[in-house]
């Protein structure tokens, strides 16, 4: 019913840059918070950033002045812009999004939905 499809993840040097990508689709009725999560390998899942529809935005502090996330209503996508990277920030990046799906004329609860995720490695 939903597909949340991220793009852009990779490897790169400490002090480079990365974006990310998320693009929902399906039988979307409306899109409150998107977001982003990391999970480093024997961490827990951890927020990263997230945006509501109206724009606002919050950080985790590890990437406060270093990540910008955006999205395009219209397009159903958010971006996370990562400069200065760390090693630290190596990890599977996860896109959420608290949406609601319709069927017709059903329109159903809101829910959390994640994509499959994304590797980013940062090199020393």
Do not use: H
């Amino acid at each position: 019913q939903v597909q949340l499809v991220e793009s852009g993840g990779g490897l790169v040097q400490a002090g480079g840059s990365l974006r990310l990508s998320c693009a929902a689709s399906g039988s979307i009725f409306s899109i409150n918070a998107m977001g982003w999560y990391r999970q480093a390998p024997g961490k827990q899942r951890e927020l990263v950033a997230a945006i509501t529809s109206g724009g606002s935005t919050n950080y985790a502090d590890s990437v406060k002045g270093r990540f910008t996330i955006s999205r395009d209503n219209a397009k159903n996508t958010v971006y996370l812009q990562m400069n200065s990277l760390k090693p630290e920030d190596t990890a599977v990046y996860y896109c959420n999004a608290d949406l609601r799906l319709y069927s017709g004329s059903t329109y159903y609860p809101r829910g959390d939905y994640w994509g499959q995720g994304t590797q980013v490695t940062v090199s020393s």
